[in-house]
């Protein structure tokens, strides 16, 4: 299948440190996940543009005449520099038959699609005739930056497709990345589809799905980190469903109540990010096993924190005391309340206790996935370096 | 027995907020409790000092004339204004035949006895001729305060024998307590009592003691705060032993490896000191039922932040669990690692409530006493007002 075609991945983040705290000024690591996103283009014949997304059920496709008029009606509105106008979007729903209010992963999905597949075509070239299928390992809705994966993928297949940026693969190779020059450009237009899903998207998502590795973000100013190891984690879902809206205003308020409190807490967990991003920047030139303590502790460190800081939650308690018990160290990563939380795993952590752990987390009903952070940003493959699970979901069905 | 003689007694202390925080100059609340000790005094008429500590197995007697050779010996070295010297302690050890390097709290508390009656006779009058018992609610060694409610008590009784202090009780009345005045010799005395038993300290123990109520402790500066609500509390004794000594030098190297993430910290246990302490302060005047959720929260935070600074322990994470399973909220109190844990009660916790609690506390096989805490301070008592627990332990045997 992917022989003929153009096979591109992008991976999932996960807030290390300093979420919540971002929100009031203070820095957030973010790292790039081990779970990724794959997307397989394949050009077709017959002037259809079909998209597949088996993990939120859709399979839509329509006629190039059609989308090249609707784009021909849009044209002015395609401006990669601003937010999508609502106007856009709502011309873009009625197309597509998505109602007005939707919000449902599928429909997001279908209009970020539709928005980046013609406002691209509309700067580098001609609407593609092309089957698209994108397959995650990454959970929808769980705050580990699956949107963005998605928009990276296909913001790097389209830019490729309309001839945008170079193919970057050499003979004989099995993945390849492009330069920084056209990350930035992959990156900026993921960050137009995030928006199209998101509405003030923050970027960190996209960019850590471009560049992978690690990344500091404050301020709005986003800060790839130079060097940084891989780590092997475990990352639990808790399927407890929370509103991060909700979580962000209870720290607000808790803020207000107890200014004197919870202000040194933010700048406790502020420098936590920045000693942990000193480690993991010294660990590649020195792999001493020194610093895992120090990545636990801050780990240990930080829980504490988002507990007092009101977004903890009985489910990531008991999964913090479950790993404990298995020697292991953890932390709710992103919203909290519910959610993902990361365990830190050592490069000597044997398989046996990795898997009595996940077995213990499983047991509480938690899902479970043993990966690593750091990994590499969006990747261009030869379908050789694809193993069998991602060649089966990409295949046509 | 007591119609004889004379009762006094002093309550025992926790601390509420600020422990460890306060080596680091923040401000620790400290608060007296329900536990107390008693005092009886019954003069005797055989030239004799006895004195019996049944709760750590004492019961010694010395004849008058020996004692007051003894004393014009040393007479020189009683300066309540400096800390007992070497030497004067040596003698006394040897003259009660305690060997030089003795530590346990028997040993302790002769010499604490001796050293108070001589002194505090060589400056007021005779060398009494009596039997004194005293006997507490208040476990030792757990950082309660008891040897200073126990130096307190016989401070308060030495000195009344001897005149140096009136006696306030009334015609009719049950319990009484001594002027501003008379409470500052009663207290500077008993923490000579404090220094003989432990060499260097705060002097918060005997200052609670003695006035009762709560009082803030900053940079060796005491202060008692105007009025103070009375408390329902549940004091844990987890029985995990710890080193008060290891458990400091530990937050001290913590804050050396992570000054930027601890000193912040601290910050914050010190404005939750400060909260606590403007709650506290406003409560009588307006006992609204709105402040216990603040008191709760406080506890919750702090306990967090006491796990950060590596004083917590997993007897003191399932006391908080259980707790918490009834509703209520708890931290450690002292110097954690173990030790004593400190539970909020509110107004409208039923007794079922409680029981229930206190049922499971001790089915993890801790120690659990429902009492409460803002007790008052250094009090002279009529028989009548002692209950029957109390008038059988210091009745003669």
Redesign the interface.
């Known amino acids: 299948m992917a022989e003929r075609g153009l096979v591109v991945s992008a991976p999932g983040k996960v807030i290390l440190h300093g979420e919540h705290a971002v929100v009031h000024g203070k820095a957030a690591l973010a790292v790039a996940l081990g779970l990724r996103t794959f997307l397989c283009l394949r050009p077709g014949g017959e002037e259809r543009l079909r998209v597949r997304l088996p993990g939120v059920g859709v399979l839509r496709s329509w006629d190039l005449p059609g989308l090249r008029a609707l784009r021909g009606r849009l044209e002015a509105d395609f401006d990669e520099s601003k937010p999508p106008s609502a106007e856009l979007l709502e011309a873009l729903k009625e197309f597509a038959g998505i109602p007005a209010e939707a919000s449902a992963p599928d429909s997001l999905a279908i209009l970020a699609f539709l928005y980046m597949c013609l406002a691209i075509s509309a700067k580098y070239g001609d609407v593609p005739s092309a089957d698209i299928v994108v397959w995650s390992e990454l959970p929808t809705g769980a705050g580990l930056g699956s949107s963005a994966a998605y928009a990276v993928c296909l913001a790097a297949a389209l830019l490729r497709t309309c001839g945008a940026i170079s193919c970057p693969l050499k003979d004989g190779e099995t993945t390849a990345r492009w330069t920084e020059e056209e990350m930035t450009l992959i990156n900026s237009w993921a960050f137009q589809g995030e928006r199209v899903i998101h509405g003030n998207p923050s970027g960190v998502d996209n960019a850590v799905a471009t560049w992978g590795g690690a990344l500091r973000y404050q301020s709005g100013k986003i800060k790839s980190l130079k060097r940084v190891p891989t780590l092997r984690i475990l990352l639990t879902n808790t399927k407890v469903p929370r509103s991060t809206k909700v979580l962000v205003v209870g720290v607000k308020e808790k803020i207000l109540k107890?200014p004197?409190?919870?202000n040194?807490?933010l700048?406790?967990i502020d420098?936590?990010s920045?000693?942990c991003q000193s480690v993991l920047e010294a660990m590649p030139a020195n792999p001493s096993p020194e610093y895992y303590p120090v990545l636990e502790e801050?780990f240990?460190?930080n829980q504490?924190?988002l507990?007092?800081i009101g977004v903890g939650h009985p489910s990531l308690d008991r999964l913090c005391r479950v790993t404990a018990s298995h020697g292991l160290h953890s932390k709710l990563t992103g919203a909290g309340g519910g959610g993902c939380g990361i365990t830190l795993l050592r490069p000597d952590t044997t398989l046996l206790a990795v898997e009595a752990a996940k077995r213990d987390l499983c047991a509480c009903g938690f899902e479970c996935w043993e990966t690593d952070i750091g990994a590499p940003g969006v990747t261009l493959h030869s379908s050789s370096s694809l193993n069998a699970q991602v060649l089966h979901a990409l295949s046509e069905s």
Chains 1, 2 share one sequence.
């Open positions: 107890f004197a409190i919870m040194p807490v700048d406790s420098a936590i920045q000693e801050l240990d460190i504490h924190h507990n007092v």
